[in-house]
């Protein structure tokens, strides 16, 4: 049994690029959820998709992020002209339909801006 | 937005302590989730907490979810130099929706 996947583990770009992270979900979970999570605070909501429909958005995702999960299977979550305050984790986590209280991380994306 | 406060936010200690983290809310969530987490890495699910009054255990590790379904505890027993971790609490508002986190405590146990 896998668990969630993210890729990369890493990225380091340079202000104003845009980035495209990628989530795998557990397989068998209709639910996915993206969070950031800067230093020394707790994850913070971005947004969730139950199968591929976006079920709602966080004020925190600005106009810069988009999230999509096409085929209700692995997300991605791009975000254009990145600034320096976007530097955080970025974590996936999955829940399976019957409790869906029980969210399941991945290993998280670190961004860099510099 | 629901907020959850935890205490302490540090916390260091000898091996072979006891210790408790608290959780607490002054709104009602429909679960309580624990997690663990390292530097660099996902947080970790421990356990998740439904009915007012339940306390779970994980080996050394029990919990317990408030009555009202709004505070929640973790206790360690004899505490290893392995439970060193962010220890995270995090509600659910509602069902399936979003987790609300706390700011964590961080734990260090000195060998």
């Known amino acids: 049994d896998t668990g969630v996947s993210q890729d990369p583990r890493h990225k380091i770009t340079k202000r104003g690029q845009n980035v495209t992270f990628r989530c795998d979900p557990i397989?068998?979970?209709?639910?996915l959820y993206w969070y950031r999570q800067t230093l020394g605070q707790g994850p913070e909501f971005l947004t969730y998709?139950?199968?591929?429909?976006?079920?709602?958005k966080s004020r925190l995702l600005s106009d810069r992020f988009s999230a999509e999960r096409p085929k209700g299977s692995f997300s991605t979550l791009e975000i254009q002209r990145t600034e320096q305050g976007d530097s955080a984790m970025y974590l996936c986590?999955?829940?399976?339909?019957?409790?869906?209280?029980?969210?399941?991380f991945g290993p998280g994306t670190r961004l860099t801006v510099t | 937005t629901q907020l959850l406060e935890q205490s302490p936010q540090f916390l260091s200690i000898q091996e072979g302590e006891n210790l408790t983290v608290y959780c607490n809310s002054s709104?009602?969530?429909?679960?309580l989730q624990w997690y663990r987490q390292e530097p660099g890495e996902g947080p970790v699910l421990l356990v998740t907490?439904?009915?007012?009054?339940e306390v779970k255990k994980l080996k050394r590790l029990t919990f317990q979810f408030g009555d009202a379904r709004k505070d929640s505890s973790l206790h360690i027993t004899a505490a290893q130099p392995g439970d060193t971790g962010l220890y995270l609490c995090?509600?659910?508002?509602?069902?399936?929706?979003?987790?609300?986190f706390g700011e964590g405590t961080q734990l260090t146990v000195n060998p």
């Open positions: 998709f139950q199968n591929e429909a976006q079920l709602e």
């Open positions: 907490v439904v009915t007012g009054g």
């Open positions: 397989s068998e979970h209709n639910r």
């Open positions: 986590a999955s829940s399976p339909w019957d409790r869906l209280g029980e969210q399941y």
């Open positions: 709104s009602v969530f429909s679960s």
């Open positions: 995090a509600g659910e508002e509602t069902s399936g929706s979003r987790l609300t």
